[in-house]
């Protein structure tokens, strides 16, 4: 449609093996919009920026400064590769640590994770491990644009984990369930401001599966892998709060999507 993106860069690079680090400039060119609000986006966009980026081992952040716009943008990204490395069967793994997003309902979830013998034996290719896990989140209510729900959770239980392949341990496949303690309550917003109900406690059933990529072993002594997969949750009762003269339904059963990084020490 006529529309035109284009872009120029130059940085210098700073390399060793385990990390990266680059400093440049970038210049952006839009043209072609005739929509009124992409024309002032294309102007906001089209500008001399200053780069800078890093990467350590599968982990790269960037961040674009622009000069005159007074604007920047960035990404975060990671990268997984079917590079040799440790062999999951070697069964000397010390622990290991999980930072996981959950959507659409949005929360952050950190876990740890200990090996454990109760029903994999130690030459099985399957891995067993304890984990503890801890969430926490303040989605939006349903569609209520003046209403999110406060949670908190703290989650036990046992997880298997095997490579797809007895080839390569690229990418393995995960399955978890457990017991978990959640909380949730309302905060409002707009017409709702500075208000907060009641919490609401309840136990749960929780499990999960999903997949991981082995992204990259920058130590002896640690690993990363990126795992994409789903977490689901029924709690023994569901449960109302009285918010602003009204009752809302909360602790109910869901499933979310689950993206993350896992780092395994030795």
């Known amino acids: 449609g006529g ?15 385990v990390a990266d680090i680059w400093l440049g400039v970038r210049r952006d060119w839009r043209s072609g919009y005739e929509d009124p609000v992409l024309r002032a986006t294309a102007n906001a966009e089209a500008d001399l920026a200053i780069v800078l980026g890093l990467r350590f081992g599968p982990l790269i952040l960037e961040t674009v400064q622009q000069i005159n716009e007074d604007a920047s943008y ?18 000397d793994e010390r622990f290991a640590l999980d930072f996981d997003i959950l959507l659409p309902n949005v929360q952050l979830r950190l876990a740890g994770r200990v090996p454990t013998q109760f029903l994999v034996a130690e030459s099985s290719r399957w891995r067993e491990a304890f984990f503890v896990g801890l969430g926490y989140g303040e989605p939006q209510y349903e569609n209520n644009t003046n209403l999110f729900v406060r949670s908190r959770q703290l989650d036990v239980g046992l997880e298997f984990e095997r490579p797809l392949s ?8 995960y399955g978890r369930a457990g017991v978990a303690w959640r909380d949730e309550e309302l905060i ?5 401001r500075d208000e907060v109900s009641g919490t609401v406690g309840r136990v749960a059933i929780t499990a999960g599966a999903g997949l991981r990529f082995r992204a990259a072993g920058i130590a002896d002594r640690w690993r990363v892998s ?17 918010f602003g003269g009204q009752a809302y339904g909360v602790q109910a059963s869901d499933v979310d999507l689950v993206f993350g990084a896992s780092m395994d020490f030795f």
């Open 3 to 17: 529309e035109l993106d284009s872009s120029f860069a130059a940085y210098g690079v700073l390399s060793r093996s």
């Open 74 to 91: 960035g990404q975060l990204r990671l990268v997984s590769s079917d590079a040799n490395g440790r062999n999951m069967s070697d069964g």
């Open 166 to 173: 007895d080839r390569s341990n690229w990418v393995s496949a």
């Open 188 to 192: 409002g917003v707009g017409d709702l």
């Open 226 to 242: 990126i795992q994409l997969g789903l977490v689901g949750r029924v709690p023994v009762s569901n449960a109302d709060i009285q």
